[in-house]
Nanobody
Framework: QLQLVESGGGLVQPGGSLRLSCAASGFPLDYRAIGWFRQAPGKEREGVSCIASSDSSKYYSDSVKGRFTISRDKSKNTIDLHMNSLKPEDTAVYYC????????????????????WGQGTQVTVSS
């Protein structure tokens, strides 16, 4: 049974940085796309970033492009989201997710493609 545990969230001032980490256990992540999503109060879940199993394909939403970087360490089975120049509008609960199906070259952007989700970690950007 795959388990995903996010960590690294917290309170940060605007312009600050955080590194979110997603640790996977119980299931190999080979041939799986990994996504980071977020949901702010009263808003729909938003896809933030994803990375293909091959690492050759990555996606960033327009709202985070140039500020966030996704990376994965297959030896540790972890996926990180480095967040820089944080803004108050980045405040949300952030979730990592693993794709339902095996896929190697594609980075899947839609939440419906993901079948395994972590519990989420809160990120609050405020002065």
């Amino acid at each position: 049974q795959l388990q995903l545990v996010e960590s690294g969230g917290g309170l940060v001032q605007p312009g600050g940085s955080l590194r979110l980490s997603c640790a996977a256990s119980g299931f190999p992540l080979d041939y799986r796309a990994i996504g980071w999503f977020r949901q702010a109060p009263g808003k729909e879940r938003e896809g933030v970033s994803c990375i293909a199993s091959s690492d050759s394909s990555k996606y960033y939403s327009d709202s985070v492009k140039g500020r966030f970087t996704i990376s994965r360490d297959k030896s540790k089975n972890t996926i990180d989201l480095h967040m820089n120049s944080l803004k108050p509008e980045d405040t949300a609960v952030y979730y990592c997710a693993v794709s339902k199906r095996s896929v190697y070259y594609d980075c899947l952007r839609s939440a419906v493609e993901y079948g395994y989700w972590g519990q989420g970690t809160q990120v609050t950007v405020s002065s």
